[in-house]
């Protein structure tokens, strides 16, 4: 009996906004900036100011970035060195938060944090991890 078989690709997209939100977002704009108008404030003064937002990930990586190329000229983190580089910027940055924050200098993650582990024959870390997840009555 001959068996076929069937390959299925799934693509994950982001859920985009429906059209009716779409044009909510747009009305509100629109709003927003007729009101503007209406009581003298001019796109100039607008963006004189600052808007405070929540510290994100996203929005810390844009701080990095714009260390980024004002230290190496690169666009993307993926162009910058393994070590030299990054450890550059995280100290920059560390120093800055520090100076002028007052918040303690954020280690960049080792190996064992990003992926639980290194690999590495004879690495005391490792073969811990693995002896508990093994071996977990030897605790």
């Known amino acids: 009996m001959e068996q ?3 390959t299925a690709n799934f693509i994950m ?3 985009k906004r429906t059209d009716s939100q779409n044009r909510a977002l747009h009305l509100w704009l629109s709003q927003k900036a007729k ?3 209406e009581a003298g404030i001019s796109p100039k003064q607008a963006f004189e100011k600052t808007i405070e937002l929540e510290m994100t990930e996203e929005i810390m990586k844009e701080i990095w970035r714009t260390v980024q190329r004002a230290m190496y000229k690169k666009i993307s983190t993926k162009d910058l060195s393994k070590h030299e580089e990054i450890e550059e910027i995280v100290e920059h940055l560390n ?3 520090a100076t002028e924050f007052n918040l303690e200098g954020t280690p960049f993650p080792d190996i064992h944090q990003v992926n639980g582990f290194c690999g590495k ?3 005391v870390l490792c073969n811990d991890k693995i002896k508990d997840e093994v071996y977990p009555w030897r605790q």
Do not use: A
């Open 95 to 97: 120093r800055f938060f």
């Open 35 to 37: 009101q503007c108008r």
């Open 13 to 15: 997209n982001e859920i």
């Open 4 to 6: 076929r078989g069937v």
């Open 121 to 123: 024959k004879g690495c």
